[in-house]
């Protein structure tokens, strides 16, 4: 999920420590490795001018000495788009996993916004990666008590409100302006065309779902009231098993529940 803290919460655990941070971009192969390979020498061996490794292969080969003695953290931020960019990169730190990582303190943590490529492609039955993790979380939003303490100039019913229309997102809930109203606030960041939320949901539709506009008339067929499968399926124009399976993916990503 985005924008619910995934990194700011990882740049808290890295202080103090070894720490390598990479984010990823949405590039190309040799854009990935030139800025992973920038980020290796200036926490390894700052100020002074390297090449870029020749491949990921070399770079984890380098890291590896680093980490003999004593634990090395080595973050990899929006890891799908390195994953996209080179595909035989989880297969590569599947491998590194068998055969070297337990003869180091290496730290590896793969984060990601997007729950669908987390699921499948790292954590998934088919991944390389699958059986190799050592633990996962999934960074949900806030409860109501925690937004309540971001929104405490307004009322405890607006502050229910604004909960409720940001998703408790907390860099949602740091768009709220303390001098407006709530009904302002919803018009600036809802209502109009350049408020930073107004496409919002089918930007997340968009990240997630490879045909948004069906799940979209799905979540619109819910929110006329349809309730039932068959309902929902008939407003939509799809049969049930396939609103049934549309239906799935939603409640996998937190939009819809039973």
Known sequence: MRRVGKTTLIREFCKGKKAIYFAALETTQGENLASLSKEVFENTMPGTPMPSFTSFEELLDYIYPLAKEERQVLLIDEYPYLAQSYRPISSIIQNQIDLRFRETKLFLILCSSSLSFMENQVLGYKSPLYGRRTA???IRPFT???SALMLADFPKEEQAILCGITGAIPDNLGKIEPHLSLKENICELFLTPSGSLFEEPNNLLKQELRDPATYNAVIAAIAGGASR???IAT????GTSACSNLLISLIAMGLVKK
């Open 136 to 138: 996962q979380f999934k």
């Open 144 to 146: 109501y008590k925690g």
């Open 229 to 231: 499968l068959n309902e």
């Open 235 to 238: 407003k939509v124009g799809i």
